[in-house]
């Protein structure tokens, strides 16, 4: 080595020089510059309290000196656990049952008899104009304890001195649709007889040309139900031309 003016120093004074500076500081601490003091290194850690997680550092800082650093972790667990249940259940029944009952009488089936009808004739409100009857009404009445059954057009005779026996058919002309008609125990029925009707006075005339010819009583039957002797509640049956219109029974009562 050389000295600041150039010269060579020995190397044994060289060794003895720094073995006393060694001797000098041997009481500093491991670490510090031969050539200043240093503050001491300053450690700081900080951690944290929050589970799962912690930070730790210390750092000595000072020139010429050693710098140490450190880190630390610290971790957390945790478990939670939770469990629900339910159930639920429901049931229902119903019933229902409805019964009803009725009657209703059934049309009757039976034909009248003969001796289950009570007939009688008036003469009709409207009927052609003229001298004679014109048009009558028979009444026909169920006498018997049960209903029974009337049906269908008449046949109808003039009944010479009120005798059926004596009797001379009309001929008939049917009008209207027959159907069966039931008559209740004490019901009616009915039909309507229109006749040729006589003109002028006294015995009367014909249009026709024919003579008039009266009856004290007319022979009405039925079918099933016999034949019925009728007479007018005032005067006598008087037509012309032995012809007749007639309705089929019916329970409403003519005009």
Do not use: W
């Not at 060289?14 to 503050?39: K, L, N, Q």
């Not at 059954?149 to 009944?159: E, F, K, S």
């Not at 039925?222 to 309705?247: I, M, P, R, W, Y």
């Amino acid at each position: 080595m050389r000295n600041a003016s150039g010269s060579h120093i020995s190397l044994g004074l060289a060794v003895a020089v720094a073995a006393a500076a060694m001797a000098m500081t041997g009481c500093r601490t491991t670490g510090d510059d031969t050539t200043g003091s240093a503050p001491a290194a300053s450690t700081s850690a900080s951690d944290s309290s929050t589970p799962g997680s912690g930070t730790g550092s210390s750092a000595p800082s000072g020139s010429g000196g050693t710098a140490s650093s450190g880190s630390g972790a610290s971790s957390g667990t945790g478990s939670g656990s939770g469990s629900g249940s339910g159930s639920g259940s429901g049931s229902g029944s119903g019933s229902g049952s409805g019964s009803g009952s009725g009657s209703s009488a059934a049309p009757a089936t039976r034909t009248c008899k003969v001796d289950d009808v009570k007939a009688r004739a008036y003469q009709a409100a409207i009927r052609p104009p003229g001298t004679g009857t014109g048009a009558a009404v028979v009444e026909f009445t169920n006498a018997s304890a049960t209903a029974c059954v009337l049906r269908g057009h008449p046949t109808v005779a003039g009944a010479g001195n009120g005798s059926p026996q004596h009797n001379k058919p009309l001929a008939v002309t049917p009008t209207g649709t027959a159907s069966p008609v039931t008559v209740a125990p004490g019901g009616k029925a009915y039909v309507k007889l229109t006749f040729v009707q006589v003109q002028g006075e006294a015995d009367g005339y014909c249009v026709s040309g024919s003579t008039p010819v009266t009856y004290p009583t007319l022979v009405v039957g039925l079918s099933g139900s016999g034949a019925h002797q009728v007479a007018l509640d005032d005067g006598v049956f008087a037509e012309c031309d032995n012809t007749v219109k007639a309705t089929a029974v019916s329970a409403a009562k003519p005009s």
